[in-house]
């Protein structure tokens, strides 16, 4: 992903449910998206994992 001065990273955390086997992501911004339970269990070990890694590239760390 490339960087722009118009891209900012949300700070704001979204929030997942469980209805009827089919898992909803609630997003900032209005941001939805529906998946199975292995695709949300797929991206969640994947946000994770990218997250430890984004924390230490982050300036001074």
């Given at each position: 992903?490339?960087?722009?001065s118009?891209?900012?990273?949300?700070?704001?955390?979204?929030?997942?449910?469980?209805?009827?086997?089919?898992?909803?992501?609630?997003?900032?911004?209005?941001?939805?998206?529906?998946?199975?339970?292995?695709?949300?269990?797929?991206?969640?070990?994947?946000?994770?994992?990218?997250?430890?890694?984004?924390?230490?590239?982050?300036?001074?760390?």
């Amino acid at each position: 992903m490339t960087r722009t001065s118009s891209t900012v990273p949300q700070s704001r955390a979204g929030v997942a449910t469980a209805e009827r086997g089919i898992v909803m992501l609630d997003g900032p911004d209005g941001v939805a998206v529906t998946m199975t339970a292995e695709a949300a269990d797929k991206t969640g070990k994947s946000l994770i994992a990218a997250a430890e890694q984004a924390s230490t590239q982050r300036t001074g760390s």
